[in-house]
Each structure stands twice: as C-alpha cells, then as structure tokens.
C-alpha cells in the first residue's frame, strides 16, 4: 500500500565487510522470530523501509480522517456521531502511534510530514475517493477497516517490535470500527427499498477500492520479497487479498447484498472465491495522486499543518520552559 523513494539506498547485502558479522547475527535473530528493538544493530535498508512502511501507516491513519470527518455534521442521529466522532479520534491515536514507532527509527515526524506533503511519501490510496452519502461511512468501516485489519494482525508479530506492539492496541479497535461499519450496512440493508439502494451503491464502489488496499499483484510488487524474508511482513499482498474476499463475501450474503463482480464464484476444489480482473490501472493512477480527491486530501493536510503551527510553537515553547525551571 501505501511510499518515500529509497529505491536508491544501498541493499544489506553490499554492506561494508566489517559489518558482515552483525549483519549474520541480525539475519538470525529475525530468522528466529525476535524482535528486533532500537538500539539493535540493523542494516540501514531495513531501517529505511520500516521507515517507509510505519510512515505511510499512519499518513494513512491521519488522512482517513478526513472522508469520514466530511459527515460529522450530517450523522443521521447523535448516536451515529459520537460514534463516527470516537473513530475518527481513535484514528488521530492511531497515526500517534505509529509516529512515535517510525521516530525510534531516526526520522522526525516533521521529516516525515513534509515528506508527505511534498509528495515523497504515500498513504493509502483508498483514501483518495470521496464520500458521497452516508452508506459509504458503513461500507468504510465494514470494507476499508475490514481490509486493513486483515494485513495489520499479522503485524503484530512484524521484527520491529515498536511497530509490532503499536499493533497491538490498533488491532483492537480496527476491530471494533469493522463491527461498527458492517452493524450500520445491517441496519440500512434492512430499512426501506431507498436504503437499500444506498448501501448496495457504497459496496458497488468501495469493493475493488479496498481490494487494491492489500497493494499490486505479487509479482509485481518489488519490496515483498525482501519485507518477507526480514518479517517486515508476515504475509504476501495476495495472500492477503483472497483472505479477505473469501471472509467478506459470505458477509455481503448476510446482507443480502451483491458484490459487484461477475466473475466471483466458490471454486470447490481450492476452497476459495475466485474473482475478476482488477484495474490496475486505476490503482498506479491513483498512487499518482491521480484520485478523484486526491488533491483535495493533500491540501487539507497542509492547511491543517499550517493554520495550527501556533499550537506546536506553543507547546514547544512551554516544554523549554518547563525544561529551563527544572534545570534551575
């Protein structure tokens, strides 16, 4: 999913020769399901693509914010906001989180935010789809956390162990948001004939969003393999994705709902759900910066960054001063 260029960093296995003892010892600890912590020695391409991966998490969880928050003042009732209010702050805990992981690796957050804000670093790309009416905050959590918790429980067992237990808390209530998405696709698939009709409509546009969340086809994504080996990741993208499918499909038949692929049939034999084709190109489009909100996500991020700079500079400014009275 969802990345700062390092494609010119210098691979582990060219490290210097005196490094080569550490790196064996590196090589076995992660072999042997450790964590890896950070004052461990590790190679700086590992280090990088933690990096890149823990960073573009929560650039995620931070620009998820932002569809759901475009109907906080349209909830159908107050229960329904306090719930979407409790998610989206939730979220903002999320990308805390994960901040605080990628920090441990050397990168400053305000590195990191102007790395996304200069295009260098990526979110997910399924935050770059509108919104259009209040079925899609359902279908959001019922499909687009449903997918991202099917690639996040494996890691909490991921080698980095800052991330792996950031995970922890952040699996657990990913869980919740998915209960919550697919309890109010329930209640409008159950409602009246217009009802329906919306949430037949959110699941017809968010289905292949979310199946391109898990990133490209295996042999064509270029930094799986080298993740897998060192435990970054547990599992490959397509793994991933069948798993998903084959979970969520029997839900959208509890609903009552289709999901909008011809192609898809129980393949007996497998025991799976074969699918269609996905367009991937719409998927390299929007990596592009390509989506339908694309530009609007970006600008709002920068926006909020700079209308609220006088907050940081307050905090930073009582934080010295707090410092200097102690130090007295």
């Known amino acids: 999913m969802y990345t700062v260029d390092y494609a010119n960093t210098r691979d582990a296995r060219a490290a210097p ?36 991966q823990i960073s573009q998490h929560a650039h995620s969880e931070i620009v998820g914010m932002l569809p759901e928050g475009n109907w906080l003042t349209r909830a159908p009732s107050l229960r329904r906001k306090a719930i979407l209010l409790a998610k989206i702050q939730d979220e903002a805990g999320h990308g805390l ?5 990628a920090e441990t690796l050397g990168v400053s957050r305000e590195e990191m935010t102007e ?35 099917m690639n996040q429980v494996a890691l ?9 237990r950031a995970m922890v808390r952040i699996c657990k209530e990913e869980s919740f948001h998915q209960r919550q998405g697919y309890e109010a696709m329930m209640v409008l698939a159950a409602g009246t004939a217009g009802q329906r009709r919306m949430a037949q409509d959110a699941l017809n546009r968010w289905w292949w969003p979310s199946l391109m969340m898990f990133g490209p086809p295996d042999d064509n994504s270029p930094n799986s393999a ?12 397509d793994e ?26 129980w393949n007996e034999a497998a025991q799976r759900y ?21 530009k609007d996500r970006i ?30």
């Open 17 to 52: 020769i005196e490094d080569a003892g550490r790196l064996a010892a590196f090589e076995a600890r992660v072999a042997a399901d450790d964590f890896i912590e950070p004052k461990d020695w590790m190679p700086e391409t590992y280090r990088k693509t933690l990096i890149r």
């Open 97 to 101: 989180y994960l901040y605080a992981a």
């Open 115 to 149: 790395a996304l804000h200069a295009g260098r670093a990526k979110y997910s790309t399924i935050f770059n789809y509108p919104t259009l009416t209040w079925a899609d905050m359902g279908a959001i959590g019922w499909l687009v956390d449903g997918a991202a918790i």
């Open 156 to 164: 909490q067992r991921t080698s980095y162990g800052p991330y792996a």
């Open 226 to 237: 080298q993740s897998i080996r060192w435990r970054i990741k547990r599992e490959t993208n």
């Open 240 to 265: 991933l994705r069948q798993r998903f499918i084959n979970a969520t499909v029997p839900q959208a038949e509890a609903l009552g709902l289709t999901i909008p692929d011809p192609h898809l049939k």
């Open 274 to 294: 074969d699918f269609g084709p996905i367009d991937w190109e719409e998927f390299y489009a929007v990596v592009r910066g390509e989506g339908p909100t694309a």
């Open 299 to 328: 600008q709002a991020r920068i926006d909020a960054w700079e209308d609220q700079a006088w907050v940081r500079e307050a905090a930073m400014a009582h934080a010295a001063k707090t410092a200097a009275k102690q130090a007295a």
